[in-house]
C-alpha cells in the first residue's frame, strides 16, 4: 500500500477538522468547474449535494462567528467532520482505493479537530472569536481549493 497516495486524502482531513463543510464546498466548487476526481464517486455529481455543499459551507463560516456556536468537538460537530472527511477523503483517493481514503481522512480529521480547536480558543483569547475565525477561515478555504485543485483533472484530461 502506498502511503503517499492518500497524501491528498489525509490533508483534506486535516482541513474537514477546521472546518467540517470546507471539503465538500470545495469538492462541489470543482465538480461545478468541471473537474475530475481521482476516486469515483456518485454523489459527487448530483445537483443536490453540489449546491447543498456550497450553501452548508458559506453557512458554517457564518456561523463560526457567532458566540453561540458550539465546539467542533460535540458529536454533531465531530459526526459532520466523519462525513464530509470520508466523502472528500474518498474522492481524492485512487480509484478503487476510496474506502481506504475515506479511512485515513476520518482518522485525520478527528483528532486534529481537538487540536484546532485548543489553537482556536488560544486565538480567541488574543485577538477575539471573528478576528480568529476569519483567519482560520482563509486558512482553511485556501489549503482546501489548494489540495482539491492539485488533486483533481480537467474534465478534458
Same mark, same amino acid.
Request: hydrophobic share 55%; glycine share 10%.
Given at each position: ?8 486524502? /489525509? ?8 472546518? %467540517? ?5 470545495? =469538492?462541489?466548487?470543482?465538480? =461545478? ?44 460537530? =465531530? ?52 478576528? %480568529? ?9 485556501? /489549503?482546501? /481549493?489548494?489540495?482539491?485543485?492539485? %488533486? ?6
Amino acid at each position: 500500500m502506498n502511503l503517499r497516495s492518500l497524501l491528498s486524502s /489525509a490533508m483534506i482531513g486535516a482541513v474537514a477538522s477546521a472546518r %467540517s463543510m470546507t471539503p465538500m464546498a470545495t =469538492l462541489a466548487a470543482a465538480r =461545478l468547474a468541471g473537474r475530475r476526481t481521482p476516486g469515483r464517486l456518485f454523489v459527487l455529481d448530483h445537483p443536490v449535494f453540489k449546491f447543498g455543499a456550497l450553501a452548508m459551507g458559506a453557512g458554517e463560516l457564518m456561523g463560526d462567528k457567532m458566540k453561540t456556536a458550539p465546539d467542533r468537538t460535540v458529536f454533531l460537530g =465531530l459526526l459532520a467532520r466523519v462525513m464530509s472527511a470520508g466523502i472528500a477523503g474518498a474522492a481524492l483517493a485512487p480509484e478503487d482505493r476510496e474506502t481506504a481514503g475515506a479511512a485515513v481522512a476520518i482518522a485525520t480529521a478527528v483528532p486534529l479537530a481537538y487540536l484546532t480547536l485548543a489553537g482556536r480558543k488560544r486565538a480567541i483569547a488574543r485577538i477575539g472569536q471573528t478576528r %480568529s475565525g476569519l483567519i482560520e477561515d482563509a486558512l482553511m478555504i485556501a /489549503a482546501g /481549493a489548494a489540495i482539491v485543485a492539485l %488533486s483533481t483533472k480537467s474534465g478534458r484530461d
